[in-house]
């Protein structure tokens, strides 16, 4: 009986065993198929999106300052006298506008030289001018030039043999009449005295000027001696010098002077037209 148990015990025993390894295999069949291998699982790594750089700012230059505005250029409107004749020793007046002290004038015709140039404002120029007494007649350009090297053209005339006389400026023996706003002008030397001329006067030339009621003589530009016509007594020649001539004030004053070319006819006819120009 008891060895009955005992075997009825081990065979209990032995088919519990038997089932749980039944139940093992069928629940591994049923996790993963046969041979198959099983990864353990690995995290997904996260992606990280590259950083797109920013974009620089775009670099705007800044506007270009504006240039300066170039002056204007010198204008010519009017020439006073518009022409003369050969052998004229005349100053010019020219208005127009932009003038600028050091502004330069010359002339196409060669026979004209240019002895001096005033800048009396930017709207008026006086031009000192000697015609040769060859000078080419016929009309060429008259050029006013500003230091900055802008210039202008005007026409100028010097009148041939024959041709009309210039209404505005007066021949050697026509002076201008008494209050007239002409300019005539004589070539001629300052004497001390009448035996000084080739002592301490007389050694620079210069010139005599008969202008808006006034004789002037001049030297270099300077203005020496000014002589209201009105305060002249009397213009003479010497008898004992006929080259040379003096200017006599009515306050007794006397100014000696003799022509530029030292001749005796110029000393005459420089005279003569003084003498015209006096109040009557």
């Not at 041979?35 to 230059?61: D, E, R």
């Amino acid at each position: 009986m008891i060895r009955g148990d005992f075997s009825f015990a081990k065979n209990w025993l032995a088919s519990r065993l038997a089932l749980g390894a039944l139940f093992m295999c069928a629940t591994a069949s049923f996790s993963a198929p046969l041979g198959a291998q099983v990864k353990p699982s690995v995290p997904a790594t996260p992606q990280v999106k590259p950083s797109v750089p920013a974009t620089p700012p775009v670099y705007v230059a800044p506007p270009a300052p504006a240039a300066p505005t170039a002056p204007p250029g010198p204008e010519v409107t009017t020439i006073d006298p518009p022409r003369v004749g050969p052998g004229f020793d005349v100053d010019l007046k020219i208005t127009g506008n932009n003038f600028v002290q050091g502004a330069k004038v010359s002339f196409a015709n060669p026979g004209i030289r240019v002895i001096g140039v005033t800048c009396r404002s930017s709207t008026e120029l006086t031009v000192h001018i000697k015609v040769a007494s060859d000078a080419a007649p016929g009309v060429a350009s008259l050029y006013v030039i500003n230091p900055d090297d802008r210039e202008v053209e005007a026409p100028f005339e010097v009148t041939g043999k024959g041709a009309a006389k210039p209404s505005t400026p007066p021949s050697p023996t026509s002076p201008p009449a008494p209050g007239s706003t002409d300019t005539q002008r004589y070539d001629a030397f300052h004497l001390g005295n009448p035996a000084e001329v080739f002592q301490t006067h007389g050694k620079v030339k210069g010139s005599l000027v008969v202008s808006s009621g006034t004789i002037k003589y001049q030297e270099g530009g300077q203005t020496l001696i000014n002589i209201s016509l009105s305060e002249i007594k009397e213009i003479k020649i010497p008898s004992y010098a006929t080259a040379t001539f003096h200017i006599t004030l009515t306050s007794g004053k006397t100014f000696h002077f003799a022509p530029g070319s030292l001749r005796p006819s110029d000393a005459r006819n420089i005279v003569d037209s003084l003498r015209k120009a006096l109040p009557h």
